[in-house]
């Protein structure tokens, strides 16, 4: 305690304790205190805080004050608080005889007196004491309404949202302090973290995801809490100790142990809570969707079944809402299985929503009853723990569970014209299920009677079983290949009645006990010939059975490094010789299980990536040599991910750091064949990567893999450290890896991550610096274009045709290619390119001999090719074309020769020396500008349009007709398998020989997926972008229109199709009508998604127009995203649309969002196509060729001139500011209807709508009448004068300061609209901040750039306007205080324009001053005590705070000191 505090309270209660003041305390003289005028402000606070709660202390304990001979008499507790008064004035430079400058500001004064809300509001206080604490608590109220927005319930979306939104400005520690005196409809426009959860859950956001978001929350959350508990006063908990002086709370602690035990359990149950009211909420909204469409009053007509009903099962005609139940169910398995909900709680809760708690069976009970309910408990009675523990304890007891599924039994469904027989026997099969378990099933009946409207179609259960049985006896498969829906769902329903019978059944049939030996494409890949199973059954099947089969697959399959394990003739499993390999009809039963059931089946997953991670751990050690079973095992499973898993990785917890798990083995893998697919692997796996998880994944080089546990896992703080090793030694990985980067950078900024370095990330992707041409430096964002800029490597030296020519015949090695047989000229060759730097030269090498008619021998090509490593074959690749481009220049040729075309031709495919992608990549590599090298766009052109046999392989891709959705195509594998028949692919270069080789081939894997054309979409992804920044409309047409067929087996082409749109949608070859559509009709299946009629037409070809962006299209935009946002629950507009689980974006406001940008950067597109004709380069007039930094510059410029002339803005800026304007005024009229705006701002580029809507915050602050005129006078406050005063005056009324015109701009959104109070400042402000608060560090400039206008502009007139400024800033002083110059900039124009408006304001003298200027000092007093950006910075301000009027430059002035 320092000095000054043990003065005051020796002053005023001398040298006793507070509970032993004797009769000669009186108040003293304050002299000593108040004459120390340099005190720190931190030690007049230590004095406030500690006799003010001494004097709260003897509040209560002091005696009712007494009279003497008829007059009143001051009690010591009062003159104490009179000299506390006097103690106070002085500190805020306010005595008797003068005023002086402060020590301690009336914020610092109001935060220290305030005792928090529980005291504040509890009634506790009386007299002066209550009437003081108002004061300060409306002090601290008014301010919160500046420091919160006026509606902060922002939806946090599944990998959208940016990392800070996860902490809640609501839950941030320093503004708990203000929150806490806000009144609870005020803080009810925040989020909460049972919103979150349920938001994440209807998001189908991964089950790690959840629980990470939880931890955050309840870390957050304790930390506010710690802050308010810290500043609050605890009544009757502190002891004053005579000998120090000091005031100590009287804290309890427990044991460690106790304690973290006790955490631990209170952690759980807030999970086990907040999932369990998400889960039932969530339930009961799609079991409300369901009533909706049925019809369950008119009575089933079997007379007129549909085609999905036979006589043994009935299923509605719609059933597409089952989905939703079966995607529930997989959610409420997995909570139950990893005991984070308990069954009871679950069945509880179901019943609850049946029948209240708060009454009994009552009338509207009947319409809440549905059998879905009982089907959900149903999934759960297959867990084992489940089955044997509570429910097996009831039916040996009381039988209240049994008795509470009979209550909620509906007996209407099941006869009703939508009856569903999968849910609606749900309680037969639960009887049949737990028959075993039944105490006298006799007399069941008897004890529940309602066993009578159930049971009379259990037969229905047994003729299903029976049907079922005796197929499998007569091996008829019918019902496990599950083709057609009536068959799909009796097995289903069968899977219901009995354990483990229907995945048992399954498996069985997938792998058959008899040997029926297959080859997939030679006698070294063989497979045991089974079943194939259709996706429907695999979705429908009960939810333990899909756990229960890809277990078994993963056992008996996946699991082992001795190979695929079989069972026959009873024996114990085990491999088995000549069968080598898994069914590609097993390893699609695989993907399709972790789609439809992706949270129970989630920890097998994680156990394979951990396998890939150990994997590729051996591979770093060197020399590791895997068995063949483990290479088959490798490259199966990477088939697996990369061709069927990239959709369930995009939105995987840990998506960003699979790359992890693969990178030794892209350097040490030398498995030819397992290597391409590995590249291939890589390159779509980062393709994937949308955010700066990416980045933190690359500075992490002490990852360590997930553990493998079914609870939820994070993996805990990163410590950015560049790694010692480049990531991709192939170039074409890191030139890949490069252009992700930046995409990042450019869609998502890295502003909010803090200690993260771009430069670093870059550096450490390739051993050597990378060179861009200007083409494609053009689109890259200012900071990776400034890394690029500034690390320009020389040009690589490029093979010229005379060193090759010249290199032949000076190199006697090269004899071996001129004289086949002659061994010691073969070993002095491959001596003689063992050198790394010579390596490239032998494709040029061999180029020449060809193109001198005397080609080499294959077999010496072929031995010295196998000892370059593969990771270096797209390097030698692209030297090989910039040695054909120099041969071609070389002799004068506008265009390639033919005989130069027809040999890259047979480079490509009949010696396959060079991979078809690779040349693709060496060609679009983006080192050159292709705007200006005309070759190398002739040759781009040939090798993906006119050779020959790569037309011939597109012609029969087109003939075999390959489908988009191929989890439904039943004759995939057969199309693969015709297709690599016809084109038989070879690894290791061995295509023109015949007979034995020399050395013999590797292992051959097996091929389940992968063809070359699979292996060319990521690199075409790549091209595609080249071709972009060549701005040659043709070409790019032409490859889109012909080679679109490809991206039906793209995993994520709505994704890349957004991607694209985004990065280049300044780019003037897209903005062409046919160019566009050709790029949508390319990669979007419009089958799979719903687009508006509008977009449909155009994709049709029957309009280039984009007038109809009116108010009415854009408003359906927005209120599609608001139907999502709101967890709205429809049919499907659209016909046919894909199952939920098989979309490319499962989470439905990601979806919507996606879509929605999609449609209207294609708007953009046609906007921008009358005045980009003239942006494009030019030969015949050469120009313009935009090539510098200064006309990157220029163009981003005209960029943003371009974008305000767009309507898009204005019209969201209309429809909101003004919702009467809106086609339907009355939908969404709330919060969301902004917030679907904020969210929409931020997936577009910043300039279309999110810049223009920050701009626009100029024209609300000088426009708007109500910010235009001064709040009303507001006089000093003197803590002597209200200790004196007999009542509260009006100077002393808490709640003065808010009555003046603009209350109601600061006041939340909601109670505005509710009390018909909405204002635009109010709504704008709204607005505002859900743009910033989804928006990046880019969005952060503008703002500034627009305060920093108006503090410069000198139009400023009102203390309001100031006011209205330090509001927009206010919420977001968490996000900023991270970056100090921009942080700075923007307090220094708040200080500017303060500067500029007092002078306006008539009344500020040294006795008044103003209610919004006391809330503007206020709330610079609050960005100093909670976000202090440092001594430097306010040093850096004081310019500004000495221009500010004497009293208000005194309050202000401490900050610098």
Sequence with gaps: MSMVTKSAIGIMYGSAAPDDMGSGTHAASLSEISGLNLLPEGVCRESIRQVWRLLLDSAATEPPQASVLGATRRTRWQIRFEATMELLDSYVGRTEHCVGRPLVSYYMISRELDPGAAVAESGM???????????????????????LPPDGSWPLISHASR??????????????????????EETQRGASAGRVVADLLYQRAPIDEVFAAMRNHRTMQRKAKAAVANDSYMPNSGEYTANGGEYIANDKYVANGAEADTDAEIERRESSMLLLDAMAQRIEHI?????????FET???????????????????KFGYWEHMNEVADQLYYFVLSDTISYTDIHARLYALVFPADSDIHPGSEARKDNSYIWLLLQLLHIEKVAAGPV?????????????????YNERQIVSRDAFYLRDLALQATMSHQQASIRDNHGVKFRHPRMAVAMPFAPVLFQLQNEFGQQFKDENYALLQGRDVCAAMKTATVSQIRQYVVPNALYTFLVPARESVAQLQGTATTYLQGGNVGFQLLDFINVGGKHRLLQLIYKMMLAHEQGPQFQFDGRQPSARAGITCVSPHVVDTVYMLLYNAPYSNELMMKEVLEKLRRSDKAMAQGGTRFSAANLR????????????????????????????H???????????QLYRSLECFALCLVNLQHDVGFLQALMNPAYHGVPLTPHPSALGAIRYSKPKDAWFECAMLARNAAVVIARIETMRGLGDVPGLELDECLDSLAPQPQLWAPAVLRYLPRAVRAYYTRRTPQPSARVSPASVRQLIGARPEHAALLRPGDVAAESALAAFYAAPERQALFLCVVWVLHERQTPPPMAVVRRVLLTFPPLQMSSHTSALLDFIVACETERGTAEPASATMQLLNDFMFRFQLVHHEHVVFALTRGEHDLRTDRMRLLLTRYVLLESPQFSERLDEWHRLDFQGRYWADFEHWKKQDAYLARFPEFFEFEAALEGPLEPAPALSLPVYYENGMVRLLPVLEFALGRMIEAEDRGLLRDVLDRMGILYRLHQVPLTTLMNTLFVYFNAPTLHDAAVVRSLNRALLDMSQQNFSPEFEQFMRGDTDDCTHIDARYVSRIIERIARAIMRHIAPPTKQNLPEIHYREIPNPILLALTECVVELLTWWCLHCAPSSAARLYDSARNGPLVASETEFRAEEQQRRTWAAEWPLAQLLLELIMEPERRPEPGAYAGATYIHSTGLLANVLPDELLAFPIVQHLSRIVLDEPVLKSNSGPKRYFSFVEFARSSQLNADADPDAATRFAATSVFNSFEQNRNHNMANRPNTFLTLLHSVLHYGGIATFNTLSDTIHALATGGELCSDIQLLYLCATVGPILYRLVDHEALYVQILGDLLSSLVQICPRISHLDAECSTDAIEQVMDFFCFVKDQFDPGRSAWRRLAPHIAALPVLLRYQLQCMVD
């Design 163 to 184: 990392a800070h939104t996860v902490k809640h400005v609501y839950d941030q520690p320093g503004y708990a302090l203000v929150r806490d005196s806000l009144t609870l």
């Design 299 to 317: 009575l089933l007509d079997e007379r007129k079944l549909n085609a999905n009903s036979d006589a043994t099962m009935i299923v509605p005609r």
């Design 125 to 147: 206080l009386t007299g002066e004491m209550q009437r003081i604490v108002d004061l300060c608590f409306g002090r601290k109220r008014r301010l919160g309404r500046i420091l």
């Design 392 to 408: 097996r304890a009831d039916l040996a007891g009381d039988e209240d569970m049994l008795e509470q599924l009979l209550q909620m």
């Design 662 to 672: 693969l990178r030794h083995s892209l350097v040490h893998v030398t498995h030819r």
């Design 287 to 295: 079991v409300r969707f369901i009533q909706r469409q049925c019809d």
């Design 633 to 660: 095992w490798l490259y199966t499973v990477y088939q697996l991910m990369n061709c069927r898993l990239l959709r369930f990785f995009k939105y995987y917890a840990h998506a960003s750091h699979l790359v992890h």
